[in-house]
């Protein structure tokens, strides 16, 4: 596609359920990384995919977060049992290689924890 | 670790003023340097970029230089419009990924 594409949108969780969170990168970007921002703050490394190796998850906060890439393509991050603090929004981004080119980021899926 | 220090906001100001955000970091090594731009409602666009020293990042008007000597990346614009109003945020590389400042938010009145 033109751009990466991240959904649902929006999503509210109760608390201790489980979500889903889909990336759809450019078609034929190698790198693929997930990003959590807080609320007014910048956003913060989750995990990096080259491919579908998931080559660094040093950012996932703890063992309840996921994240696969099984074909290279389409990245989902998961979330089991959600928290309050857990609420942000995660950012999807995309590069064709290295992520020393920049990236391009989607639009983000808003989770809200309730 | 790596990090990335901007200045806090909001930035309030007059259409065609001067724009500043400093931003400073700390790094091993010769990280690329980035400004990206977060308008309402939207995602992160990259605004400019730098790889080594002494070089220059520019678009739209805005520009950056990379400044080793006192690991600064401050973004400057001559004349700012309301549609600049928006959260930039600087970063560099570090192994592979992206580490932000907390982003400073930029407000410009008619």
């Known amino acids: 596609g033109a751009g990466v594409s991240q959904s649902p949108r929006y999503k509210v969780a109760k608390r201790g359920q489980d979500v889903a969170l889909r990336c759809d990168p450019i078609?034929?970007?190698?790198?693929l990384f997930w990003y959590q921002q807080a609320l007014g703050q910048g956003p913060e490394f989750l995990t990096y995919?080259?491919?579908?190796?998931?080559?660094?998850k040093s950012g996932l906060p703890s063992d309840r977060f996921f994240a696969e890439r099984p074909e290279g393509s389409v990245s989902t991050l998961k979330i089991q049992r959600t928290q309050q603090e857990d609420s942000a929004v995660y950012l999807c981004?995309?590069?064709?290689?290295?992520?020393?080119?920049?990236?391009?980021f989607g639009s983000g899926t808003r989770l809200t924890v309730v | 670790g790596d990090s990335v220090t901007q200045m806090e906001g909001p930035v309030t100001l007059s259409e065609e003023a001067f724009l500043t955000i400093n931003c400073t970091y700390t790094?091993?090594?010769?990280?690329?340097l980035f400004w990206y731009v977060q308008y309402p409602g939207e995602g992160l666009q990259l605004l400019l970029k730098?790889?080594?020293?002494?070089d220059k990042g520019s678009n739209k008007g805005f520009e950056a230089t990379y400044r080793k000597e006192t690991t600064s990346f401050h973004l400057e614009k001559g004349s700012v419009q309301v549609s600049d109003s928006a959260v930039y945020f600087c970063?560099?590389?570090?192994?592979?990924?992206?580490?932000f400042g907390t982003g400073t938010r930029l407000q410009v009145f008619p």
């Open positions: 981004a995309s590069s064709p290689n290295r992520g020393d080119d920049g990236y391009t």
């Open positions: 078609s034929g970007h190698v790198s």
């Open positions: 730098a790889t080594k020293a002494d």
């Open positions: 995919f080259q491919n579908e190796a998931q080559l660094d």
């Open positions: 970063a560099l590389s570090s192994s592979d990924k992206l580490i």
């Open positions: 790094a091993t090594g010769y990280p690329s």
